[in-house]
T-cell receptor, first 109, second 116 residues
Framework: GIQVEQSPPDLILQEGANSTLRCNFS?????LQWFHQNPWGQLINLFY???GTKQNGRLSATTVATERYSLLYISSSQTTDSGVYFC???????????FGKGTSLLVTP | GAVVSQHPSWVICKSGTSVKIECRSL??????MFWYRQFPKQSLMLMAT?????????EQGVEKDKFLINHASLTLSTLTVTSAHPEDSSFYIC????????????FGPGTRLTVT
């Protein structure tokens, strides 16, 4: 299956700082999603981004499919951004997802 | 749109009993749904693919006789943990694509199972 690696594993930021999370994957993909898992466990869809760049408020993401990586940018971080950020790619061809180990983000006041 | 619900949100059961978890697509039909498991401080691991009208397919290492999956309709999949043991305690999450042609997955809020 397609392997996925995320970095850094942990990140501590002060409120207002910017950050970049990285996701490397081992093969071409037809799907790549970024999620935020909140403290209650709910996975929030951030981006569906198999290629290109998207922005949503303070968050943006870029996937360079030819080089097999994706970046999630968080600007002007807030304490509510704390949680675990997952990148996921297909397990095989199709819909099921293989998740990276995540980046645990803590934003302090 | 693309809302997935799960019931119950959390459940505590005694060792040896069975527990059923429901996953529903609320505003779309899902011929395929997926079940994942997440242990504390770990990532999500795919357990099985639930197919409406046919048998589920299980990932390697997942016991199909222990984790029974039934995809009863285009909006409902159930996962039954049979003869539960403490090591089955975990966070179970389902997902489905919204059927609009993309591969984007939407996830339920999860069910936290504790087996005592």
């Amino acid at each position: 299956g397609i392997q996925v690696e995320q970095s850094p594993p942990d990140l501590i930021l002060q409120e207002g700082a910017n950050s970049t999370l990285r996701c490397n994957f081992s093969d071409s993909v037809n799907n790549l999603q970024w999620f935020h898992q909140n403290p209650w466990g709910q996975l929030i869809n951030l981006f569906y981004i198999p290629s290109g760049t998207k922005q949503n408020g303070r968050l943006s993401a870029t996937t360079v499919a030819t080089e097999r990586y994706s970046l999630l940018y968080i600007s002007s971080s807030q304490t509510t951004d704390s949680g675990v950020y997952f990148c996921a790619v297909p397990v095989r061809s199709g819909y099921a997802l293989n998740f990276g180990k995540g980046t645990s983000l803590l934003v302090t006041p | 749109g693309a809302v997935v619900s799960q019931h119950p949100s959390w459940v505590i059961c005694k060792s040896g009993t069975s527990v059923k978890i429901e996953c529903r697509s609320l505003d779309f039909q899902a011929t395929t749904m997926f079940w994942y498991r997440q242990f504390p401080k770990q990532s999500l691991m795919l357990m099985a693919t639930s197919n409406e009208g046919s048998k589920a397919t299980y990932e390697q290492g997942v016991e199909k006789d222990k984790f029974l999956i039934n995809h009863a309709s285009l909006t409902l999949s159930t996962l039954t943990v049979t003869s539960a043991h403490p090591e089955d305690s975990s966070f179970y999450i389902c997902s489905a694509p919204d059927g609009r042609g993309s591969y984007e997955q939407y996830f339920g809020p999860g069910t936290r199972l504790t087996v005592t």
